[in-house]
């Protein structure tokens, strides 16, 4: 660039990634989950990671949220924090306790089996957050979470505990906890793997609608049909590694990577 060129203006906020994961390592003993994960997730977007169990996928969630520390890598998330993990690890442990609620803060996961505090009703579970965490006043966090349960068809229940829900109820109640939370990045690790299948687009169905909505999320998943519908990237993982990316058009179409061909074909294939 010359002196007289102008100096490119940086980008605004709505065209910067949320979220930027550079170099993501792990290891768990001798077993190296993470070898070294880069992808960008740009706000409003879907990523959905896919792969076979052990690739790493649910291990890349639990460190966007701060559950798990990576040993290496960069997490960037626009208006911070900024974590790079390696010299993390070498300063104090209070700073680092400080970056990973950072982290937390603007960032809701929705689990596996639901997490739903057995003692609590419904709407208990779900002003948790904001009240006791967010200090939000509890009356406005009553009016808001009754509105989002609403949304999502469970407002008849909001005094009724877990174990009297369903499992599709419960996951729900799941989603609207995290969405209570209002946060920048919502993350799904296998939302319904826990389901009869029966149950199973009940949830997909609310996921869904919050990827029309303009929801910036990630997604580990095995339902390959709902990562084509909803998702603007698919990440192929296996071994530690992002094996390939693309549009869901590009990855379940046309898979580049032979090690993608046969995961899909094996998971695809009709049953003989």
Not at 113 to 124: A, I, S
Not at 226 to 254: C, S, W, Y
Request: hydrophobic content about 45%; proline content about 7%.
């Amino acid at each position: 660039m010359s002196p007289t060129d102008p100096v490119p203006a940086d980008p605004s906020p709505a065209e910067r990634p949320l979220l930027t994961a550079t170099g993501l390592r792990k290891a768990f003993g001798e077993n190296e989950v993470l070898r070294g994960i880069d992808f960008e997730v740009r706000r409003g977007e879907v990523v959905v990671l896919i792969g076979p169990s052990g690739s790493g996928k649910t291990t890349v969630l639990r460190s966007l949220n701060g559950l798990e520390t990576p040993d290496a890598g960069v997490l960037d998330l626009d208006g911070g924090p900024v974590i790079d993990f390696a010299a993390q690890a070498l300063g104090p442990a209070k700073a680092a306790k400080q970056q990973r609620l950072a982290l937390r803060d603007r960032s809701a996961m929705v689990f596996q089996h639901h997490n739903l505090f057995p003692h609590l009703t419904v709407l208990e579970n779900v002003i948790e957050g904001p009240v006791q965490v967010q200090r939000v006043p509890k009356a406005r966090a009553v009016a808001e979470a009754t509105a989002l349960l609403d949304r999502v068809g469970l407002a008849e229940k909001r005094d009724a505990y877990p174990f009297e829900l369903s499992g599709g109820q419960q996951q729900r109640v799941g989603i609207v906890r995290a969405l209570a939370l209002k946060p920048d990045l919502l993350l799904f690790d296998e939302p319904t793997s826990a389901l009869d299948p029966e149950l199973v687009g009940e949830v997909l169905q609310v996921i869904a609608e919050l990827a029309r909505e303009g929801w910036t999320m990630v997604v580990v998943t095995h339902e390959l049909a709902f990562a084509r519908q909803a998702a603007d990237e698919v990440l192929f993982l296996d071994g530690g590694v992002v094996v390939e990316r693309g549009t869901p058009q590009e990855l379940f179409t046309a898979p580049r990577e032979e090690r993608t061909r046969r995961f899909l074909d094996r998971i695809l294939r009709p049953l003989d």
